[in-house]
């Protein structure tokens, strides 16, 4: 069955072969893990969001148009779930600086440089998760997956050009964020 393309396991998945979803499951699993994962930022979360977005995929299978690839039907599905997870998220929590400060102290490393970069890398998440969503996601499809502009702009919809605005801001934001926490 592995050597099928997608499109003929959604075909087949149409004439009722649920073991044709279970291959596109197995297929796209780990991929769907980490987009969520880097959008909302924990293991246990990332996990709910794949069982939310392939639930999502199975009953919705039967309308997929094909008029771009399943990867990217998959794909807009998993980004516009992160992104309603993290709002939510983001309503119920916030960045806790104190608890990352207790962290770093009570941490048993003797090594300077293993808390700076600890720390830098704290950070570094901070400046990402505090970025607007639209700008959130498109450094992430750009920076952690490598995704050409053109493939994101099929997959958000957008204008290339608007997306590299987006990209170029949220770069902009990250380094004044990080160069201000580095700095006090």
Same mark, same amino acid.
């Given at each position: ?7 003929e396991l959604v ?7 649920? /073991? ?44 997929? /148009?094909?008029? !771009?690839?399943? $990867?990217?039907?998959? $794909? /807009? ?11 939510k998220k983001r ?5 806790? $600086? ?7 102290? !009570?941490?048993?490393?003797? !090594? ?7 720390? $830098?890398? !704290? ?18 499809? /750009? ?31 990250i380094q004044e ?8």
């Open positions: 069955m592995t050597d099928k393309s997608d499109l075909e087949e998945f149409r004439r009722g072969d649920v /073991r044709s979803f279970n291959e596109l499951v197995r297929r796209y699993q780990e991929k769907v893990y980490w987009i969520a994962r880097r959008v909302i930022g924990t293991h246990e979360d990332a996990d709910d969001i794949v069982q939310d977005v392939f639930v999502r995929a199975y009953d919705a299978l039967k309308e997929f /148009r094909a008029e !771009s690839g399943f $990867y990217t039907w998959l $794909y /807009r599905i998993s980004v516009n779930i992160s992104l309603n997870a993290l709002r309503l119920k929590d916030f960045v806790r $600086y104190e608890e990352m400060e207790e962290e770093l102290e !009570s941490s048993d490393e003797g !090594s300077d440089a293993r808390v700076l970069q600890k720390e $830098y890398q !704290s950070i570094l998440e901070q400046a990402i998760d505090r970025l607007p969503a639209k700008q959130k996601m498109v450094f992430m499809m /750009r920076y952690y997956e490598e995704m050409p502009y053109e493939e994101m702009a099929q997959v958000l919809k957008k204008s290339v050009g608007g997306l590299k605005a987006n990209y170029f801001h949220a770069i902009k934001k964020y990080v160069r201000r926490e580095m700095n006090s």
